[in-house]
C-alpha cells in the first residue's frame, strides 16, 4: 500500500466523507464529492434545447441563431449563442450552492471537469479568441471569497490554452441579489451595472462569455450589451447550468 493510501485511509477514519448530495459513505469509494450513483444523475442538456437562449424544444422543432425558438422569439437577447452544460437540478444544483454559498471552493475541480470535457464547448472553444468571467461586483467577490465564474472561466483557460479577460469587464453597481427577484426586476436593478474599462480590447473579438446559471438571461445579456457596444464580433454564452428561460 502507498504512503497516500495510509493518509487517506487515515483521514477517512477521523473524517469520514460522504456524498454531499445524497450522504451515503464515500469511505471505500475512490469518488471524493460525490458517489458513482448520483454522478450518473447529472441532469446534462441534451440537445433537444435552444441555442439562443436554452429552453427545452420538442424533437422536430428548428434553432438556429436566425430562427430561434418560441420561447425567446420576440426577445432582445445580446449573446448569439449559449450553451448549458446541464440543468440546475438534483446533483448539480446541489454542487453550485454548496460551491458558491456555502462557501466550498474545492467543488471548483470536479465543477471545472464537468465545464472542459463537455462535447459542444470543445466544439466552440477553438473559434473563441478570449474567455470573459461575468464579473461580481468588488464587495460581493471580497465577502465570498471568489468569483465562481471566474474560477470556471480559468479552468477553460488552462485546459484549452486561451486568452482570458478578468478585470476588464466589471461591474460597477452592487446590485441587488437576483435570485427572487421577477424578470422586469432584473432588469431594472441590473441596468448600468457594467462597464468595460478598455473597450478596444475587445473590439473584432469573438467572446466566450462564462456564468454559472442562467435563469431569465437578463445578467448575461446586460454583460454582452457592453461587450458588443465595445466592437465585440460576437458573444457566445457558456453556463455551468440552465434554471430554464422564463418569459
Given at each position: 500500500m502507498a504512503i497516500s493510501d495510509y493518509v487517506h485511509a487515515l483521514l477517512d477514519l477521523f473524517y469520514p466523507r460522504s456524498c454531499l448530495h445524497c450522504k451515503r459513505n464515500l469511505n471505500d469509494s475512490h469518488?471524493?464529492?460525490?458517489?458513482?450513483?448520483?454522478?450518473?444523475?447529472?441532469?446534462?442538456?441534451?440537445?433537444?434545447h435552444c441555442i439562443r437562449c436554452g429552453s427545452a424544444i420538442g424533437p422536430?422543432?428548428?434553432?438556429?441563431?436566425?430562427?430561434?425558438?418560441?420561447?425567446?422569439?420576440?426577445?432582445?437577447?445580446?449573446?448569439?449563442?449559449m450553451t448549458a452544460i446541464a440543468h440546475y437540478d438534483g446533483v448539480m444544483k446541489t454542487l453550485i450552492h454548496k460551491f458558491k454559498y456555502a462557501r466550498q471552493k474545492f467543488l471548483f475541480r470536479i465543477l471545472n471537469d464537468?465545464?472542459?470535457?463537455?462535447?459542444?464547448?470543445?466544439?466552440?472553444?477553438?473559434?473563441?479568441?478570449v474567455v470573459v468571467p461575468v464579473p461580481l461586483h468588488w464587495l460581493k467577490k471580497m465577502n465570498r471569497g471568489f468569483n465562481q465564474s471566474e474560477l470556471l472561466s480559468l479552468g477553460i483557460q488552462r485546459y484549452f490554452s486561451k486568452p482570458m479577460s478578468s478585470g476588464n469587464l466589471c461591474r460597477i453597481k452592487n446590485t441587488?441579489?437576483?435570485?427572487?427577484?421577477?424578470?422586469?426586476?432584473?432588469?431594472?436593478?441590473?441596468?448600468n451595472a457594467f462597464f468595460v474599462k478598455c473597450p478596444r480590447s475587445f473590439h473584432g473579438k469573438k467572446i466566450l462569455l462564462v456564468d454559472d446559471v442562467l435563469?431569465?438571461?437578463?445578467?448575461?445579456?446586460e454583460c454582452s450589451k457592453k461587450l458588443k457596444e465595445s466592437g465585440a464580433r460576437s458573444v457566445h454564452l457558456l453556463v455551468l447550468a440552465n434554471a430554464e428561460y422564463n418569459s
Open positions: 469518488e471524493l464529492y460525490i458517489c458513482e450513483d448520483c454522478n450518473r444523475q447529472i441532469p446534462y442538456v441534451n440537445e433537444l422536430y422543432s428548428t434553432s438556429t441563431t436566425k430562427e430561434v425558438c418560441t420561447v425567446c422569439k420576440g426577445k432582445h437577447l445580446h449573446f448569439d449563442t464537468f465545464v472542459v470535457t463537455h462535447k459542444k464547448l470543445k466544439e466552440i472553444v477553438p473559434d473563441i479568441d441587488e441579489s437576483q435570485t427572487h427577484l421577477s424578470k422586469s426586476q432584473r432588469q431594472v436593478n441590473i441596468h435563469t431569465t438571461g437578463v445578467t448575461a445579456s
